[in-house]
């Protein structure tokens, strides 16, 4: 993660941040994921019947996709130097574009968009995450992750 001093964060804000390093999501992650939370609709975990589906395949979870945000993320975010801890604050809006069909690559694109201090030693990052599909014009989804940092 780079790190800046504080009273240098706002010089980012509006500025495309960087894309992380391409992620397969394959049918072992998507299996994962639908025994981690329950969530067995066969349009994830059955190959046989997805393929009969408009997808043509099986497809990730819209919440998988969502969850890779904080790894995706990590190379890229400018934090504040001095940082304690980083802790997820939550989501401002997301909006899910297009499935991501098994075994397809996404790289996530960061761009910050806000930083505000919420208390003193507390600054809240909104960023636009943007989770790009390999070969595709659309992406996967558009976020505005939050990110509190503890200086």
Same mark, same amino acid.
């Given at each position: 993660?780079?790190?800046?001093?504080?009273?240098?964060?706002?010089?980012? #804000?509006?500025?495309?941040?960087?894309?992380?390093?391409?992620?397969?999501?394959? $049918?072992?992650?998507?299996?994962?994921?639908?025994?981690?939370?329950?969530?067995? $609709?066969?349009?994830?975990?059955?190959? #046989?019947? @997805?393929? $009969?589906?408009?997808?043509?395949?099986?497809? @990730?979870?819209?919440?998988?996709?969502?969850?890779?945000?904080?790894?995706?993320?990590?190379?890229?975010?400018?934090?504040?130097?001095?940082?304690?801890? #980083?802790?997820?604050?939550?989501?401002?809006?997301?909006?899910?574009? $297009?499935?991501?069909?098994?075994?397809?690559?996404?790289?996530?694109?960061?761009?910050?968009?806000?930083?505000?201090?919420?208390?003193?030693?507390?600054?809240?990052?909104?960023?636009?995450?943007?989770?790009?599909?390999?070969?595709?014009?659309?992406?996967?989804?558009?976020?505005?992750?939050?990110?509190?940092?503890?200086?």
């Amino acid at each position: 993660m780079p790190y800046v001093p504080v009273a240098e964060l706002n010089d980012y #804000v509006g500025k495309e941040l960087g894309r992380s390093e391409w992620l397969t999501i394959d $049918q072992e992650r998507i299996n994962l994921f639908a025994e981690a939370t329950g969530d067995y $609709q066969f349009i994830h975990v059955d190959p #046989v019947k @997805a393929a $009969q589906t408009p997808f043509g395949s099986t497809i @990730a979870h819209g919440f998988l996709s969502l969850s890779l945000i904080p790894k995706l993320m990590e190379d890229i975010l400018i934090l504040p130097e001095g940082l304690k801890m #980083v802790v997820n604050y939550g989501l401002d809006s997301v909006r899910f574009i $297009q499935p991501v069909k098994v075994n397809s690559n996404v790289r996530l694109k960061v761009d910050l968009t806000e930083v505000s201090e919420k208390k003193p030693g507390q600054w809240l990052l909104k960023a636009t995450a943007t989770l790009e599909i390999e070969g595709s014009d659309k992406p996967a989804y558009i976020a505005e992750p939050l990110s509190l940092c503890f200086v």
